[in-house]
């Protein structure tokens, strides 16, 4: 994806609806701040065929990669991380056998940067963990940490422990995605 495609994405999550970000727990989907504050924002479709395009492009290498098979790629979830704004550690795929059945298929996860960190915001990194459970793996340092530029495509195993890093000023927007198998 171009740098002005991604100002473009960017332009379009501004001028959208937002809600607070959710994620899967006990319960089910809610907001939990104490482990992920930020905001989503519908992107409208001919934005979200440009994405699955782009994405559908990298699949193959992807699959090669990573050793899986995947049939079907997520919608995008357009987030937004104002200052303060982060993601405990945690994955996402694979333990939770409660979770729903979209949430078991995941096995590579997809983050499209779309904002500069060098220029546009501080903090904000993605940070990836060794191990499996979150709680143990961020007792270590992280072992690789990733700052935002426009366009860029991080691809991970979705059982991978990641964070991101509060921001602590500006707004850091992403794409968050999901190639998914056949069967959990």
Sequence with gaps: MSAEEAADIVSGIDAATQAQAQIWGESGF???PENRSGSIAELPAETEDLVQDRLWEVIPGLE???GCEVTHVSGATALVYRVGDHFAAHSDGGGDDEAPLEVRRRC???????NDAATEFDGGELEFYPGTMPEIATRSAPTLSVRSEPGLLVAFGSSVVHRVVPVSAGRRYSLALWALSPTP
Excluded at 108 to 114: E, G, H, K
């Design 30 to 32: 809610g907001v939990h």
């Design 64 to 66: 090669a990669h990573f």
């Design 108 to 114: 590579i996860s997809l983050v499209v940067a779309l």
